[in-house]
Nanobody, 116 residues
């Protein structure tokens, strides 16, 4: 069973920055893909960005392109999301997701609030 520990959320003013981290432990097989989703109140969960364990970026949502950067420290099974130029519409609960073999695991979520 893979455990995911997220950190780095919080309250930030518009234009500010935050860095989310997600560390995976307990994997028995190779982690293939790591990513970040977000869910705003009243909306469906959506994929923000995704990266392979080897560092290949699979996807970055158009709404965050140029502002958010996903990266990974494959050796430590850790994925990061650097969020710059944050906007109020980025406010959401951000969830880490990893795919190990055929299994998908989710973090507990971390709140990001962008407000003045």
């Amino acid at each position: 069973q893979v455990q995911l520990v997220e950190s780095g959320g919080g309250l930030v003013q518009p234009g500010g920055s935050l860095r989310l981290s997600c560390a995976a432990s307990g994997s028995r097989f190779s982690i293939n893909v790591m990513g970040w989703y977000r869910q705003a109140p009243g909306k469906q969960r959506e994929l923000v960005a995704q990266i392979t364990s080897g560092g290949k970026i699979n996807y970055v949502d158009s709404s965050v392109k140029g502002r958010f950067t996903i990266s990974t420290d494959g050796a430590k099974n850790t994925v990061y999301l650097q969020m710059n130029s944050l906007k109020p519409e980025d406010t959401a609960v951000y969830y880490c997701n990893v795919i190990e073999s055929i299994n998908s695991y989710w973090g507990q979520g971390t709140q990001v609030t962008v407000s003045s």
